[in-house]
């Protein structure tokens, strides 16, 4: 029978040795993303761009789509709270605020996450079990500037377009609803743009950027930890969709908590 705190100080260490590989992802990470700054004579441009248009291209009709949609949704709910005021042509500025500031951000995030993330951890996760991580190691090509920093960089540039459109397409679900309760397409287009005041959408471009970020890292980060057993391509995309809604969700509610103590 084996002792009890012999299967607890196994899962202690197991979480610290894989607390200690984050960590020195991360580190290499920055180390290359500051020395590529230096010499960005050494990054891959092609390779990003080719990255870069599968992530903002091809996820744009799902992304647009779910923008639609939510626009739609907000309008109806919040029209239905306000219509005992007649107040419904605030829904406009409602919808705006809360599209730009934090849904849109948000739902794109997560769209990305899905798509992206996983796609990024199948890839390299792939290559690590085809032992072509290997080969770029023996070559001298470290794999987190070759292949990491591409894809972080894409998903950092797709994000707020991404969201711009989103949030767009939203507005434009909005106006659509609105339109029959005696909101004029003028009077919500003028509202939405007294609405959409430059800290909104500042900020949510700021937090587009952040959320991609985290899901490059994420994503590529689960892709060079991919067991080199059957399943484990499979588990490394699940881990980068997983982990990177989890860390959108948190950096999301300290961003909240950031905006409510400055008073913003």
Known sequence: MR????????????RATACEERLAFLGEAFADFVLLLAHPRQFRFRDGVRTFARAAFDGLPVTVGIGFLLGVILAFESAAALRTFGAEVYVADLLTIALFRELGPLVTAIVMAGRSGSAFAAEIGTMKVDEELDALTTMGLPPVRFLVAPRVLA???AMPILTVLAELAGLVGGALVLGPMNVPNVVFWNRASDAATLFPVVFGLGKACFFGLLIGLVGCGAGLRTRTTADGVGEAATA??????????????LFAVVCYVWGV
């Open 155 to 157: 998903a950092i540039l």
């Open 3 to 14: 002792n009890p705190f012999e299967g607890i100080g196994r899962g202690f260490f197991r």
């Open 240 to 253: 980068a969709v997983v982990g990177s809604i989890v860390a959108i969700a948190v950096a999301d509610g």
